[in-house]
């Protein structure tokens, strides 16, 4: 995957954007681990902002803090659209915040299957005034942290993406 800004100016952007909309965010993690909120949180200023992150790295993590359904689960798998967009609704729910991201995915370098290789990560970014949902399956390549760092640009990139949709 070709970057084409930096996570800083990225962030930089979606900060400003946020600003500009009075809107706070949050994000809902689990291959990225919090990646996603240290780039946010990279940026001075960004508590006027982001209110929090959600780690949820485990399945009883999901269900415990995000109320994501334990069956949706065992139905889906972790990695899959349901559960995340089941972790962004949560998360926004949870915080009341009026923007959330979340990601679920296969980093590797095991627990990838033919169904699920390593790579596989789904996205979902959420507005909760607009009430929409952009969710999006990705197909990464390169090692652990190459995967990760492309999760956490593609998230930054959905969410400034989804805002630029939003009239208010």
């Known amino acids: 995957m070709k970057v084409s800004m930096s996570t800083d100016t990225l962030a930089q952007q979606l900060g ?4 500009a909309k009075g809107i706070m965010m949050t ?3 689990s291959c990225t681990g919090g990646g996603i909120a240290a780039a946010i949180t990279d940026i001075a200023g960004s508590s006027a902002w982001f209110d929090r992150g959600f780690v949820t790295y485990s399945n009883a993590a999901k269900h415990e803090m995000l109320g994501v359904d334990m069956a949706l689960i065992e139905r889906h798998g972790a990695v899959s659209r349901e559960v995340a967009e089941a972790m962004v609704r949560g998360a926004c729910a949870a ?5 959330g991201v979340a990601v679920t995915g296969v980093a590797g370098p095991g627990g990838g299957s033919p169904e699920k290789p390593v790579g596989t990560v789904w996205l979902a970014c959420y507005s909760v ?3 929409k949902l952009d969710c999006r ?4 390549d390169g090692n652990r942290a190459a ?6 640009v593609n998230a ?4 400034l993406t989804l805002l630029e949709q939003n009239p208010t």
Request: hydrophobic letters at 40%.
């Open 16 to 19: 400003e954007a946020l600003q």
């Open 27 to 29: 994000t809902a993690e």
């Open 95 to 99: 915080s009341g915040c009026g923007l």
């Open 129 to 131: 005034a607009q009430n």
């Open 137 to 140: 399956l990705l197909q990464l």
């Open 147 to 152: 995967v990760r760092r492309q999760t956490v």
């Open 156 to 159: 930054l990139e959905a969410c």
